[in-house]
């Protein structure tokens, strides 16, 4: 029923195209995707590990676990579960109990929107994990919950099957849909950044738009 239900995963995207995602740099994605699609800088990393997978998400009631011991059992090897916790930050809904779970089970991470806990054992289990607060506190498993439906976490709308990209400066969503585009675009961006990076070491060391730009505006001549 609406508000309590467990919804199958969309068909999963090319592997090949979800591979070529790992290693890229957040900010190069966020950028690509005009820079939009980034969780806020709220959402930190507590394993220290970066993240690559799909993602299976979780509407969960605060303070309330039931459906994100769900999202764990049906996910598959690498993906990433992400969960909304609707505002809450005192309840953890993640520990190490569950991420031994998810590690068995070769989960590729987890991003939570609220609090999690235990963070010394999930990182000594090499689990990535980020969360916007860490918290002693517990929660309930009772539900009511959704798994793969739309979500917000970290102000971004997350769908189930979007690919998931975490490293230490943030978060980034890449939607399922537009995944071939955004490739196309953050190398691009990555050839221009060369290119400048070559520019610099020739000497050309500040852009020379920026004068450009300034003469436009008439603050300088």
Not at 6 to 24: E, K
Not at 36 to 65: K, Q, W, Y
Not at 73 to 93: E, K, L, W
């Amino acid at each position: 029923m609406l508000g309590f239900r467990v919804l199958p995963a969309p068909p999963r995207i090319d592997a090949a195209l979800l591979d070529a995602f790992r290693g890229l740099a957040t900010p190069n994605l966020a950028d690509a995707m005009g820079r939009f699609n980034f969780m806020d800088p709220g959402i930190r990393s507590r394993s220290g590990l970066t993240l690559c997978g799909l993602a299976v998400t979780v509407n969960a009631r605060p303070a309330d676990n039931l459906m994100i011991h769900k999202a764990l059992q049906v996910a598959t090897p690498g993906d990433i579960v992400v969960v909304n916790t609707c505002g809450n930050t005192t309840s953890a809904v993640f520990g190490e109990l569950m991420c031994t779970s998810a590690a068995a089970a070769t989960l590729g991470g987890i991003v939570v929107d609220g609090a999690i806990r235990d963070v010394d054992g999930i990182r000594a289990l090499g689990f990535p994990a980020f969360s916007r607060t860490v918290c002693a506190g517990g929660c309930d498993k009772d539900g009511p919950g959704e798994v793969n439906v739309p979500i917000a976490c970290g102000g971004v709308v997350v769908c189930p099957g979007d690919i998931i990209v975490g490293d230490d400066e943030g978060v980034v969503v890449v939607p399922r849909n537009d995944a071939q585009e955004v490739l196309r675009l953050v190398h691009a961006l990555m050839d221009r950044e060369r290119t400048r990076i070559a520019e610099i070491k020739s000497g050309v060391w500040f852009r020379p738009d920026v004068d450009e730009l300034l003469r436009k505006r008439g603050v300088i001549e």
